[in-house]
């Protein structure tokens, strides 16, 4: 198990490091000068020469990556200051270490996130375990259905509608916010739970289809089918025979969707004005600051290439051969 982690986390750095290099060359190697995004409308010759000097975009761009490697792991001198590590520069928009602002937002992304996949997993795997329990009957059907006509829907269209419903019209429900959990729990929980709920819907739908085709395929399977021959009772079939098989699918995806959706949730957070990653992202791209655009690329690359190796060890859990592999 351990050798087959140590192979998994090395071929995730050699994937980090590709990943920095592609996002850094493309952002400062462009035929743009960056220093004149950092300038200023009203820049001379002399202050695009300072800025130059003081970023270090006087050397080759490789020496520059290196630079911006090493500050990650150790930290940079800018004329801002010094730039404890990690570091990934300052914003050419705030003036701000791009690694302070990052940290400042992740509490909202990773409050929205959490809830949310606790909503989406349980629901949309008992849902799906329920619909292949009652394969064929009329519960199934609804389920399929439910869940077709959910997945096709997009969060832009439905948080709107909830808000009109729930806030606007009714009161029933205040306007969406961010509260620290460590300063108002129950306000916190109010404030992302419009947010959670649309955020799920999606994955909800999604996760009940395929729950339900993982078991199914799964009953089908050959040790499934001795063990029916075997006398053994429809519940202990499916949940300590099928279950287990079914998950090696669902854990894949769920790796997958948990570490994008650290890296934020730009749609839902635009949609109901939370400040986290996912709007620092549009927020960076629309004002084109770099250092802050690389800064939350790769920060989400990394949680992306983490749940992957979660993933992977998930799999050794469930499926010993894997760790063969």
């Keep these: 198990m351990l050798r087959f982690l140590v192979r ?34 009203n820049c001379g010759p002399d202050a695009l020469a300072i800025i130059h000097k003081n970023m270090g975009l006087d050397q080759p761009v490789p020496v520059q990556y290196l ?15 010094p730039c404890p590590a ?28 959490l809830g949310a996949a606790v909503v989406f997993l349980f629901v949309g795997l008992a849902t799906g375990m329920l619909a292949a329990w009652k394969q064929g009957s009329l519960l199934d059907k609804f389920f399929s259905s439910v869940s077709l006509v ?8 439905v948080g709107p509608i909830v808000l009109t419903l729930l806030v606007y019209n009714t009161n029933l429900l205040g306007q969406p916010k961010y509260v ?5 729990p129950a306000g916190w929980f109010m404030g992302l739970l419009i947010p959670w709920c649309v955020l799920s819907i999606i994955f909800t739908a999604q996760y009940t289809r395929m729950a339900r085709s993982a078991m199914i395929e799964q009953l089908q399977e050959e040790h499934v089918r001795t063990a029916r021959a075997k006398g053994m009772s429809a519940a202990t079939v499916f949940f300590r025979y099928a279950w287990r098989g079914s998950l090696i699918p669902i854990v894949t995806i769920f790796g997958i969707d948990l570490g994008t959706l650290f890296g934020g949730a730009m749609i839902t957070e635009v949609t109901f004005a939370l400040p986290g990653l996912g709007t620092l992202s549009i927020e960076s791209v629309l004002k084109t600051d ?8 790769l920060f989400a690359a990394t949680f992306i290439i983490l749940f992957n190796i ?9 499926d010993p ?3 063969l592999a």
Excluded at 310 to 318: G, H, K, S
């Design 86 to 113: 990690p570091c990934f520069g300052y914003s050419f928009a705030t003036g701000d270490a791009v690694w302070n602002t990052i940290v400042d937002r992740f509490p909202i992304t990773l409050s929205l996130t």
């Design 310 to 318: 979660v993933v992977d060890a998930a799999y050794a859990l469930i």
């Design 180 to 184: 620290p959990i460590t300063e108002d």
């Design 150 to 157: 959910l997945s096709s829907l997009q969060i832009y269209f």
């Design 8 to 41: 998994r986390s090395l071929g995730a750095i050699v994937i980090l490091l590709l990943i920095s290099a592609f996002t850094f060359f493309l952002f400062f190697a462009a035929p743009r000068d960056p220093a004149l995004l950092a300038c200023g409308r």
């Design 321 to 323: 051969r894997v760790r």
């Design 290 to 297: 770099l250092p802050t655009v690389m800064g939350v690329m």
């Design 67 to 81: 630079h911006f490697m090493a500050g990650i792991v150790t930290g940079r001198d800018f004329a801002q200051g």
